[in-house]
T-cell receptor
Framework: SQQGEEDPQALSIQEGENATMNCSYK?????LQWYRQNSGRGLVHLIL?????REKHSGRLRVTLDTSKKSSSLLITASRAADTASYFC?????????????FGKGTLLTVNP | DGGITQSPKYLFRKEGQNVTLSCEQN?????MYWYRQDPGQGLRLIYY???????QKGDIAEGYSVSREKKESFPLTVTSAQKNPTAFYLC????????????????FGPGTRLTVL
């Protein structure tokens, strides 16, 4: 079953605008990660936020985490055409000694030049 | 040039055939993973291996098999028992075994697209 669910499923914006994607999850987590996937390629890790953190920045990326609402958001500022890709959130939890990473279905971001 | 390689990039299978997808990493990572991705969907875990000679079923292991005889290699066999194998297959690895307390992120290969003819 999918732990993380991204919203919206697709987002189309103009270059220079900000893009916000949301992720909701159901069970408690250790950390939450965001990945990017260009069409037909593997995923690339973008940023990780721990369950005891509320906000994190990396370049043009800003991630927030609200554990009380079981939700996270990814903000990409000043978007570029090269940001066009699918973005996935992945939640990490531990069952005993096992690490479990569960991906959502992703948000397809299109940045128009 | 370190990383994860997958081969082939495209693979075609006839009905009733077994096929093996290759995944190799030179990152000296302990754990390796296989995922399946269907169009417009997220990734679903097929199998994972935390150490050599050990592997565990993921959420959708039926019709698949794996081996982990070497640390750097984790091949996936799609058997004839897998009724709907057409998908994009992704291999990934993490530096450690992913035990509680670690914050591993996953490193992905470029993927293999499998099509059943």
């Amino acid at each position: 079953s999918q732990q993380g669910e991204e919203d919206p499923q697709a987002l189309s914006i103009q270059e220079g605008e900000n893009a916000t994607m949301n992720c909701s999850y159901k069970t408690s987590i250790n950390n939450l990660q965001w990945y990017r996937q260009n069409s037909g390629r593997g995923l690339v890790h973008l940023i990780l936020i721990r369950s005891n953190e509320r906000e994190k920045h990396s370049g043009r990326l800003r991630v927030t985490l609200d554990t009380s609402k079981k939700s996270s958001s990814l903000l990409i500022t000043a978007s570029r055409a090269a940001d066009t890709a699918s973005y996935f959130c992945a939640t990490v939890s531990y069952g005993g000694s096992n690490y479990k990473l569960t991906f959502g279905k992703g948000t397809l971001l299109t940045v128009n030049p | 040039d370190g990383g994860i390689t997958q081969s082939p990039k495209y693979l075609f299978r006839k009905e009733g055939q077994n096929v093996t997808l290759s995944c190799e990493q030179n990152l000296n990572h302990d754990a390796m993973y296989w995922y399946r991705q269907d169009p417009g969907q997220g990734l679903r875990l097929i199998y994972y291996s935390q150490i050599v000679n050990d592997f565990q079923k993921g959420d959708i292991a039926e019709g698949y098999s794996v081996s982990r005889e070497k640390k750097e290699s984790f091949p996936l066999t799609v058997t004839s028992a897998q009724k709907n194998p057409t998908a994009f297959y992704l291999c990934a690895s993490t530096p450690t075994r992913g035990l509680a307390g670690t914050t591993d992120t996953q490193y992905f290969g470029p993927g293999t697209r499998l099509t059943v003819l």
